[in-house]
């Protein structure tokens, strides 16, 4: 059995992220995973990323990825929370980033695969606090800490 990326439960018309949408022909197509409690995405930069410092990924890739994966993160939690299956037929939960604080601990070194995972720090109401880390191999390159808006079902409006 294969397990479905959170994005994949996005509905057409919230799947045009340029980081995670599978309706962006353009896009990174990344893919996050709930397991367990803690999330995982995994991405390897072409070349074109490179950074200010040679043979490097560039930081604005690096935000990209902790934002994406961070607001997949946070709609997986809420499910879990609220007992629901993404993918199950019900109304899909999506949030939006209120806040995103990256800090650069190293250098990202291009040609590796990087895997980002997200834990839960806290879910209160529509707020959803996700706490980051961006590795390359055993390296931690970048943490984030994001703070993710639920947005209202399609059905409240």
């Known amino acids: 059995m294969s397990m479905r990326a959170i994005q994949d439960n996005y509905p057409p018309e919230f799947a045009h992220c340029y980081g995670c949408g599978a309706q962006n022909p353009h896009g990174h197509h990344l893919k996050s995973y709930l397991v367990g409690d ?40 809420a499910c879990q929370k609220e007992g629901l299956r993404s993918g199950d037929g019900s109304e899909p939960i999506r949030f939006v980033t209120a806040s995103l604080k990256v800090d650069f601990k190293r250098p990202t070194p291009l040609g590796i695969e990087l895997v980002i995972r997200g834990r839960l720090r806290s879910l209160e109401g529509r707020k959803a606090w ?28």
């Not at 703070?147 to 409006?157: E, Q, V």
Request: hydrophobic content about 45%; charged content about 20%.
């Open 38 to 77: 803690e999330t995982v995405a995994r991405f390897t930069p072409d070349v074109r990323y490179s950074g200010g410092v040679p043979d490097h990924v560039y930081g604005g890739m690096i935000a990209s990825l902790l934002d994406c994966h961070g607001a997949a993160s946070a709609a997986a939690f």
């Open 130 to 157: 996700v706490d980051l880390i961006l590795n390359a191999g055993e390296l931690a390159c970048a943490v984030g800490e994001m703070l993710a808006i639920r947005l209202p079902d399609r059905t409240d409006s």
